[in-house]
């Protein structure tokens, strides 16, 4: 079992403090869900952690090693962004066998969900055929601890239900940090739930505290 430690996360944008002494724990096995309104720093957080963005301060450790640049993450640790990362022209067969292992990417080039456009470049996809394709290529990516920054989105119900089970299977042996705007799919596939308001990370325990922290009515 190996341990993602995230501690003292300090992050202002001028005058407006976005995170102030965040704390967070991962270990492979778990599913930690975080939520919270739009713009309010679960983004920050995640490139902090992914190493991208810098912090006031910040302490991150991989089981007793402390990350303290990006080339440190390398295979410890991936990041889906909100945004679309993957070049445009380059073959999603190459893509699988850059970000994967042999293992995955025999997984990858067999499954269903990427059968209708495994020969296509990235360029030619719709825009839920290309989050399909890059929430994958993180999952299945050699890391041992994912990052996900909105993987729903522009994605199917029915697709959405097919990647929340994958993460389930791939969580055995991987840890996950989930965030998406698509409260209900977080809460039910995450074991441990944090609510990001105010710019402090606050873990949760039921349906009730996320009402008592105005991110749900009171009257759901």
Same mark, same amino acid.
């Given at each position: 079992?190996?341990?993602?430690?995230?501690?003292?996360?300090?992050?202002?944008?001028?005058?407006?403090?976005?995170?102030?002494?965040?704390?967070?724990?991962?270990?492979?096995?778990?599913?930690?869900?975080?939520?919270?309104?739009?713009?309010?720093?679960?983004?920050?957080?995640?490139?902090?952690?992914?190493?991208?963005?810098?912090?006031?301060?910040?302490?991150?450790?991989?089981?007793?090693?402390?990350?303290?640049?990006?080339?440190?993450?390398?295979?410890?640790?991936?990041?889906?962004?909100?945004?679309?990362?993957?070049?445009?022209?380059?073959? *999603?067969?190459?893509? =699988?066998? %850059?970000?994967? !292992?042999?293992?995955?990417?025999?997984?990858?080039?067999? /499954? &269903? @969900?990427?059968?209708?456009?495994?020969?296509?470049?990235?360029?030619?996809?719709?825009?839920?055929?290309?989050?399909?394709?890059?929430?994958?290529?993180?999952?299945?990516?050699?890391?041992?601890?994912?990052?996900?920054?909105?993987?729903?989105?522009?994605?199917?119900?029915?697709?959405?239900?097919?990647?929340?089970?994958?993460?389930?299977?791939?969580?055995?042996?991987?840890?996950?940090?989930?965030?998406?705007?698509?409260?209900?799919?977080?809460?039910? *596939?995450?074991?441990? =739930?944090? %609510?990001?308001? !105010?710019?402090?990370?606050?873990?949760?325990?039921?349906? /009730? &505290? @996320?009402?008592?922290?105005?991110?749900?009515?009171?009257?759901?």
């Amino acid at each position: 079992m190996s341990t993602l430690h995230v501690d003292s996360i300090t992050k202002s944008f001028g005058k407006k403090k976005v995170l102030q002494d965040v704390y967070l724990g991962c270990k492979t096995g778990e599913i930690v869900g975080i939520l919270g309104r739009n713009g309010i720093g679960k983004s920050t957080l995640f490139q902090i952690i992914f190493g991208i963005l810098k912090s006031e301060t910040q302490y991150v450790k991989f089981n007793d090693f402390i990350l303290k640049n990006q080339s440190h993450r390398k295979n410890r640790i991936s990041y889906l962004p909100q945004s679309s990362f993957l070049p445009k022209n380059i073959k *999603i067969k190459k893509l =699988i066998a %850059l970000f994967c !292992d042999d293992e995955n990417s025999a997984k990858l080039l067999n /499954t &269903e @969900l990427l059968k209708s456009f495994i020969d296509e470049i990235p360029r030619n996809l719709s825009g839920g055929e290309l989050r399909i394709l890059e929430v994958l290529l993180i999952i299945y990516s050699k890391a041992e601890f994912i990052l996900l920054d909105e993987p729903f989105h522009s994605v199917s119900p029915k697709i959405v239900s097919k990647i929340k089970t994958i993460i389930k299977e791939e969580s055995k042996n991987k840890g996950f940090l989930i965030s998406d705007h698509q409260y209900q799919d977080v809460l039910h *596939i995450s074991d441990n =739930i944090y %609510l990001l308001s !105010d710019a402090r990370l606050k873990p949760l325990q039921d349906l /009730t &505290e @996320l009402q008592r922290f105005n991110y749900l009515p009171k009257n759901i």
